[in-house]
């Protein structure tokens, strides 16, 4: 969250010896994404979906080592999609393929690769989007599903010592994706409700990435330009929770935080496209020990959709989402 959550860390001694501070303060395994709301309810749709995200990190100096910065640049491409086998029942897909780059001082490390794929389910408990007698619409959603251990989490330097977890695509666990979605909406204007969480299981290395959160409100305004051409403007806050990290059985004091986001972004829908541009910018955050800056998240996406109904082109329901991103 999407939209969101790209902390927090693993043990010293799955990183590199040289890189072992930074990594202990700046990281991005079990990320979050964004929430886009998708309009056209009740047809399929594919998509890819371009995220980036951007956190600089300090060190202070300890009596075995001198203080450090470090810059960290988490980019993630989701190829998703959207399928109904049923009117109520929608199947989601995430696969997605990461890019990290993490600086301290003078060293950079650079990995990517395929992350963790996920799969998803949401049941529409009730929807009036579509009724004539009703002013204000809304509509519920609840679901679940599972985040697979596709990714790689064991890749290695030059030398054959591991990279730290957060730089790792995969994170090598199989784990629980559950999420509520509401919506509201009066004529053009809307409000959208979401809240998810992950619950993360222990990998081969023994780690187990704390559990994750995430929640939001976001409020949308649709405008219709022609008979092809609509503008969906949102704007809302975003809260995003992170657990402590655990390691045979003991809590990572440098793991864990919450961060909270103000949320921007627009999508354009032309005929079948949806093309759309995101930014959350940070409002207050606690992570680790204090020593992460997160600087903002940027985000670009285009869907195309096909089947199904065409009738409802205004955001009865959103589209899902990822809660699993980025690994």
């Not at 964004?34 to 998509?47: A, E, T």
């Not at 780059?101 to 794929?117: F, K, M, V, Y």
Request: hydrophobic content about 40%.
């Amino acid at each position: 969250m999407k939209q969101l959550l790209f902390l927090l860390l693993a043990g010293a001694v799955l990183a590199t010896p040289r890189m072992a501070r930074a990594c202990d303060v700046c990281g991005c395994s079990g990320g979050g994404g964004y929430f886009g709301i998708l309009p056209q309810f009740q047809r399929h749709f594919v998509g890819m979906r371009w995220q980036e995200r951007v956190l600089d990190s300090y060190s202070p100096a300890t009596s075995l080592e001198p203080a450090s910065n470090g810059h960290s640049v988490f980019r993630t491409l989701d190829v998703w999609g959207r399928w109904y086998p049923l009117r109520r029942l929608q199947i989601l897909a995430f696969v997605p393929v990461h890019f990290f780059q993490q600086t301290e001082n003078e060293s950079i490390i650079r990995t990517h690769g395929l992350g963790n794929a996920s799969l998803l389910a949401n049941y529409t408990v009730f929807n009036t989007g579509d009724s004539l007698m009703r002013t204000w619409k809304h509509s519920f959603q609840i679901g679940g599903g599972v985040q697979l251990p596709t990714g790689p989490y064991q890749l290695t330097d030059s030398d054959g010592v591991r990279y730290h977890a957060n730089l790792q695509p995969g994170t090598g666990s199989t784990d629980a994706l559950i999420n509520v979605i509401y919506t509201l909406r009066r004529g053009s204007v809307g409000m959208q409700v979401d809240a998810q969480t992950r619950i993360n299981t222990t990998n081969s290395n023994q780690y187990r990435f704390g559990n994750r959160q995430n929640a939001a409100l976001r409020l949308f305004w649709w405008k219709k330009l022609n008979n092809t051409i609509s503008i969906l403007p949102r704007a809302g806050v975003t809260l995003d929770i992170a657990q402590k990290d655990v390691w045979y059985g003991s809590r990572q004091r440098e793991t864990g935080g919450s961060m909270v986001f103000a949320d921007f972004g627009a999508d354009v829908y032309l005929g079948n496209l949806a093309i759309g541009a995101g930014f959350q910018k940070p409002l207050q955050y606690n992570l680790g020990t204090g020593g992460i800056t997160p600087r903002g998240n940027l985000s670009l996406s285009a869907t195309w959709a096909f089947g199904g109904e065409k009738k409802a082109a205004m955001p009865a329901v959103p589209a899902f989402r990822n809660v699993a991103a980025p690994n």
